[in-house]
Nanobody, 121 residues
């Protein structure tokens, strides 16, 4: 089970930190990702981190502004979002996959319920 938190309303240029709490002892075996879906748009990849935390990948639209991290001892994944833009407004999902460094939405097998991020201009 994956449970996201930390979403909210923020002004453009501001920051938010999303958290994802995972249950289950197999958490450290999974590669984790953050994906988002804006109104009227398809779900898209944001960032992913390998099971070990050794490497991560980002969508071009967030590169240099967002940072994904994980703490396997706490079964947690985080997404630090800086320099937020109105186009970052979306529901953000935490998801798990056995495929490392995947930017393919369809490869994610387990999903949280999502947390809303709204960036005002």
């Amino acid at each position: 089970q994956l449970v996201e938190s930390g979403g909210g309303l923020v002004q453009a240029g501001g920051s938010l930190r999303l958290s994802c709490a995972a249950s289950g002892r197999a958490f450290s075996s999974f590669n984790m990702g953050w994906l988002r879906q804006a109104p009227g748009k398809e779900r898209e990849f944001v960032a992913a981190i390998r099971w070990s935390g050794a490497d991560s990948i980002y969508a071009d639209s967030v590169k240099g502004r967002f940072t994904i991290s994980r703490d396997n001892a706490k079964n947690m994944v985080y997404l630090q979002m800086n320099a937020l833009k109105p186009e970052d407004t979306a529901v953000y999902y935490c998801a798990a996959t056995l495929i490392p460094s995947s930017d393919y939405v369809g490869s994610y097998d387990y999903w949280g319920q999502g947390t809303q991020v709204t960036v005002s201009s």
